[in-house]
């Protein structure tokens, strides 16, 4: 069984963004990136399913900035077998993205594409419900446990009050949520032999899809900031703030 | 406070001050080129950032000793299986036992995060590769397929046994016996101190490299021998055998580095434990010399590290720490402490210190690499030359100013700072072994005027000290920010050359007197290369700037910190010159009786 | 155009976050219409018309749809959504889940999460995990958005009197099925993801007071229960509840800090959530420079009070 998985370069989840001094835009020059954490969860599961006799090859992909190549060795230094990267410099909005990974997994043919819940850039959430959508296929959103049966998969999804748990035939798209699995540490001899696991290239025009932005960013600004604490007289007050003012009750 | 790999600024320092692109051509090292360092680089700061630090304050709490056997803090075990599992051990192991064969500047970026994460753990692996190399060079083909591979995957561990009660310094005080067996091997006796993860429940078995001497050995360092002695025997099959005669009777209560058991071994309490001699009898010594260099200068990146962890967390307290309003403010409210210029100065003293000392390591390990590599025998000699020269300076500067510098760490926190639960305290009373272990600073000194500055006449410093001279005549032209840097570097290295002078001088005459000043001549020297790689660093900045899409902000930061060092480290050198050329005496004068 | 919003529900009841989204809608235009799609769900279409702004109630009544799968869904809104300019969903797991596969088959973009309507085609939505806030428009006909419950009011329940129509053609896509579903029911939830964390300090004295007075406060907000070093330290709490520079570190929406000066050590641990509600007798105690609510009170008072308020 070939399992297919995304993966996107995002800033690092441990910098703190900045807006550009114009409101354009977030200042992401000469930052720290990383792979997005969402999609080493899916790494994690796929190699997990490789390792368990389930899955007999792990392709990564991802799209975007040659820099995605980085990303690509990371996913082959944890476990997948080789890479795809759809090489583009324009910007990529998850509607792009996915037609995107529709036509590498038409081509590619997997049983289960599995890709983050949602980017830590964007917090979109939107990628591996389009791709399911576009493929006609069925969704195994927010997954925190994946069964692999036969021609199925039962997928625990963490969803707002519990879990749900909905079985999907395959093939079928998966996305992760944090308590999946956790991602293990690179280990140094694999990212050595990662170098020399194939890394493919395309591009958008390759797969024939147009990617232009349906979106368009007019301005960005940073959240406003707490307002100065106040002194409430007694519990009374204080819970009619916490409903009426805060909203967190 | 979480630690944060400095990778930029290790990026820096290894592409634009210690040439890793060349050394990546060096043969043996084909395989490696930036873009695989670059992956290295990223998945080392995962685990140094994500395993090894948060488990740093368990560490601080110490290890347990029962019935001869040593249990480490929470964490440790469990990180240690992870290290090993990820194959970090074997980073610059060769690769014939199964290492990576990766240069020793990449190693030292990867063990700058071990070591800054959690020194103590670090001490683990770090005593490992040195136990290799000195199997890798000097033992028998029989010894070293028994032990390096386990060695370098990590799943042993190797410590030295060099001290005993009475032979710290000095080894030549060696008393641990050794009687040949007759059948290969030798039965060894005695007790050795200060022997560091020495006994631990991380590893399935600990080779210890032991110094002893046979019964008619000849006296003094020409009689001493060098054997392996397992924890547990291993068997003709590769597995592990009977527990050799070899327990760890106590362990010590230390000032810091409580993660890392330091352990009282005794060998040979039930009749013997028995050995293995690595290469020939009586020149033991000298193979741990061997590997001493190496090690020297992994304690001056530990010192260095330290230091690291010591700013971020001062750092991070400055921007969270409100108090008093800001000078010269109009604003009455009260600012975050980083906005007061003593606490600025405070930290640019730290984070000068360490991105110079950051350099100068890095820019050594490429010499090492080179020494041991490089294809022309002038260029091998030469590098080989500079290694022995810069790691005194390395191993001596780095720890002395790590003492200093994680104090000032403490100190940006105030009354806070005292307190053990703010974590500042940890990395000053860590820091304090590094300029002690592997050779105190003033043995460090005493090699550096003696076995590395007079047999040689001085050459390697004059040469030294003469690019240092034509960095300085470079940056004439680079602007007037840099300038009072430039003045600064001027003066210095010229005091720097009459001290040298002042050392060849009188070293064979009246040794007493340039050793009396050795350390401050240490010192001096480390200024004066660290503001020697600073101008190097200030250079490539100002160069870079000029790229597109370059990093202004990490860029800017680093021209300011060079124009720091300048203004504020290099002026030191003026008076260590007056206590190395005119203080000796006063240090001597004092009779005996009156201290 | 008219509006639509997908509503969420259990067949029985409209879930709150449906209420938001009605009000997301208004401010997109007044002909709001709600699709009730489940089986069995007249109750909820019921429920479904009485909300003060919907102007139509859809009800979808079919087997297929007991579940709220978005493979069976999905078919059913896109049929629809080609007579709206906007569809809109709470940003909830159910809306997080069915709107991007609508988009998808729409050809279009969608809105994730917003916080703000500027207008017809442009919105606020949080990125960055909330660090930026970015102002987006759209150049899709069909604007299939996802709405932050917790930005907008929630409509009355009340007061609408919306007719009810029957939609029909909604069936089994055949790819997914419900198996079971496991809700949690009043379980501490993990104090480090806790959206409410109620974290006790050395005043309260002892290992019993504590336990009798903070954790029924945490029980009743649903929030784990935490520790300052202090507490930890006099053996009032274990160790794995300690908040702070060396405990835990932790964000939830709102943190409750009873009798916690608010050592610096302990502010690291917290400073960073969204809301902080102080309880201390000592005025002058550094926990209120950081608290956007703060009682000063003694808390064995206090604390009754707020159990009384509660649970009103």
């Known amino acids: ?63 975007g900035v040659k820099q995605c190549e980085e990303t ?52 979109a959430n939107q990628t591996g419900q389009m791709t399911a959508a576009l493929l006609g296929w069925a969704q195994g959103t927010f997954a925190s446990k994946v069964e692999l049966g036969d021609g199925s998969v039962n997928v625990t999804r963490e969803v707002d009050g519990g879990l749900e748990t909905v079985k999907l035939s395959l093939p079928a798209v998966l996305t992760t949520d944090l308590r999946l699995n956790e991602p293990r540490y690179v280990k140094l001899p694999n990212i050595m032999a990662a170098k020399k696991k194939p890394l493919d290239k395309t591009s958008p025009a390759d797969l024939g899809v147009d990617v232009t932005p349906r979106l368009k960013t007019l301005k960005v600004a940073e959240p406003a900031k707490r307002s100065a604490g106040v002194k409430v007289a007694n519990a009374a007050e204080l819970v009619a703030k916490l409903k009426n003012e805060a909203k967190v009750l | ?28 090292y084909e395989d490696c080129n930036v873009e695989l360092v670059d992956a290295i680089l990223d998945e080392a700061a995962k685990f140094a950032e994500g395993v090894l630090a948060p488990i740093n304050r368990n560490g601080d709490k110490g290890n347990t000793w029962k019935d001869y056997q040593v249990t480490t803090a929470e964490g440790f075990a469990d990180a240690y299986h992870q290290f090993r599992d990820s194959g970090w051990v074997g980073l610059r192991a060769p690769q014939d036992v199964g290492g990576q064969g990766l240069p020793a500047l990449v190693a030292m970026a990867t063990e700058e995060m071990w070591c800054s994460a959690n020194l103590s753990f670090s001490l683990a692996p770090l005593l490992t590769l040195g136990a290799i190399e000195a199997i890798h060079h000097h033992a028998s083909e029989d010894l070293k397929a028994t032990y390096l591979p386990r060695m370098a995957s990590g799943e042993w561990t190797g410590t030295m046994n060099l001290t005993e009660p009475n032979a710290g310094s000095d ?41 002893a001497r046979l019964p008619d050995a000849p006296a003094g360092v020409k009689g001493i021998s060098l054997f392996i002695v397992p924890k547990y025997l291993v068997n003709a099959d590769g597995t592990l055998g009977a ?42 010594l000298g193979y741990m010399f061997t590997m001493m260099n190496h090690a020297r200068l992994g304690v001056g990146v530990e010192g260095m590290a330290i230091s690291e962890r010591a700013y971020q967390h001062a750092v991070a307290y400055a921007r969270d720490r409100v108090q008093s309003r800001e000078l010269g403010s109009p604003n009455p409210a009260s600012a975050a402490i980083i906005k007061h210029p003593d606490v600025r100065r405070m930290l640019m003293t730290m984070r000068a210190q360490i991105e110079a000392q950051r350099a100068l390591a890095y820019y050594t390990a490429t010499a090492l690499d080179r020494a041991a590599t490089h294809p022309h025998p002038e260029e091998k000699a030469r590098n080989q030359a500079l290694v022995n020269f810069l790691i005194p300076i390395v191993k001596g500067w780095n720890t002395e100013q790590a003492n200093e510098i994680t104090s000032l760490g403490v100190q940006v926190h105030g009354g806070m700072g005292f307190i053990e639960e703010t974590g500042a305290a940890q990395y000053y009373r860590d820091a304090r072994i590094t300029a002690i272990y592997e050779g105190t600073t003033g043995i460090q000194a005493l090699d550096l005027i003696g076995r590395k500055l007079a047999s040689e006449n001085g050459a390697t410093a004059r040469a030294v000290l003469a690019e240092v001279k034509a960095v300085a005549a470079r940056l004439a032209d680079a602007g007037p920010e840099l300038q009072a840097f430039q003045a600064a570097l001027n003066i210095a290295v010229d005091q720097a050359s009459s001290c040298v002078d002042f050392v060849l001088a009188h070293f064979a005459s009246n040794p007493r007197l340039p050793a009396a000043g050795s350390v401050p001549f240490l010192k001096l020297m480390g200024i004066v290369l660290g503001g020697w790689q600073m101008a190097r660093a200030a250079l490539a900045a100002q160069a870079k700037l000029a790229e597109d899409g370059a990093d202004v902000d990490f860029l800017t930061a680093k021209l300011i910190t060079a124009r720091f060092y300048g203004e504020h480290l290099l002026p030191q050198v003026s008076g260590l010159t007056v206590a190395i050329l005119h203080g000796g005496e006063s240090v001597l004068a004092l009779d005996e009786a009156a201290f | 155009m008219a509006i639509l919003v997908i509503a969420e529900h259990d067949n029985s009841q409209i879930k709150s976050g449906t209420l938001n989204t009605v009000t997301a809608a208004q401010k997109l235009g007044s002909d709001v219409h709600l699709l009730v799609a489940g089986a ?13 702004g919907v102007s139509k109630v859809l009800l979808a009544d079919a087997a297929a749809l007991a579940h709220p799968l978005a493979e069976n869904l999905t078919p059913l809104v896109v049929d629809l959504a080609k007579q709206y300019s906007h569809v809109l969903a709470p940003a909830t797991t159910f809306g997080k889940n069915l709107l991007p596969r609508v988009a998808a088959l729409l050809d279009v973009a969608q809105i994730s999460e917003i916080t703000a309507v500027e207008s017809a085609d442009t919105f606020v939505r949080p990125v960055y995990a909330g660090n930026v806030m970015a102002t987006v428009q759209s150049s899709d006909a069909i604007k299939v958005i996802t709405v932050r419950t917790t930005a907008f009011e929630a409509a009355a329940v009340s007061g609408g009197a919306a007719a009810v129509e029957a939609v029909s053609g909604a069936a089994d896509a055949g790819l997914s099925s419900f198996v079971s579903q496991e809700l949690t029911v009043s379980d501490r939830p993990e104090l480090a993801a806790a959206k409410i964390v109620v974290s006790g300090g050395r005043a309260l004295g002892s290992a019993e007071q504590f336990k009798a007075v903070i954790e029924p406060l945490a029980d009743k907000l649903g929030a784990a229960v935490g520790a300052s070093r202090a507490a930890v330290d006099a053996g009032y709490a274990p160790n794995d509840y300690q908040v702070g520079q060396t405990g835990k570190v932790v ?25 902080i509600v102080a309880i201390n007798k000592d005025e002058e105690a550094p926990i209120f420079q950081v608290a956007d609510y703060g009682i000063v009170g003694d808390l064995f008072s206090v604390l009754p009070e707020l159990m009384t308020e509660l649970s009103k």
């Open chain 1, 1 to 63: 069984m070939k399992v297919l998985v995304a993966v996107k370069r995002v800033v690092d989840y441990n910098v703190k963004v900045r807006v550009k001094a114009d409101g354009s835009d977030v200042d992401v020059a000469n930052v720290k990136m990383s792979m997005n954490p969402f999609d080493e969860i899916a790494v994690e599961e796929a190699v997990r399913l490789k390792e368990a006799g389930k899955a007999t090859e792990i392709v990564a992909v991802s799209m």
């Open chain 1, 72 to 123: 690509l060795r990371t996913a082959l230094a944890m476990g997948a077998d080789r890479a795809i990267h759809v090489e583009t410099d324009a910007e990529l909005q998850p509607l792009a993205v996915a037609k995107l990974l529709k036509q590498v997994a038409v081509k590619e043919a997997p049983q289960l594409v599995i890709l983050g819940k949602q980017a830590i850039d964007d917090d």
């Open chain 2, 1 to 28: 406070m979480t630690y944060q790999v400095p990778l930029k600024d290790i990026r820096f320092v290894l592409s634009e001050l210690a040439e890793l692109p060349a050394v990546c051509t060096l043969p043996g």
């Open chain 2, 171 to 211: 080894l030549a005080q060696v008393r641990t016996k050794a009687v040949d067996n007759g059948d290969g091997t030798y039965s060894i006796t005695g007790q050795k101190i200060f022997i560091t993860w020495g006994e631990h429940d991380m590893a399935d078995n600990i080779v210890h490299l032991v110094l």
């Open chain 2, 243 to 284: 527990r050799n005669d070899a327990r760890c009777v106590s362990i010590e209560h230390k000032l810091g580095i409580h993660g890392s058991p330091t352990a009282v071994m005794s060998f040979g309490d039930q009749g013997g434990a028995i050995g293995y001699l690595v290469g020939e009898l009586n020149k033991g």
């Open chain 3, 40 to 52: 069995g769900c007249a109750a909820a279409a019921d429920a479904a018309k009485q909300i003060a």
């Open chain 3, 251 to 275: 964000a939830p929406q709102l943190y409750v800090a009873v009798g916690i000066s608010g050592a610096i050590q302990h502010l690291a641990g917290m400073k960073d959530s969204k809301v």
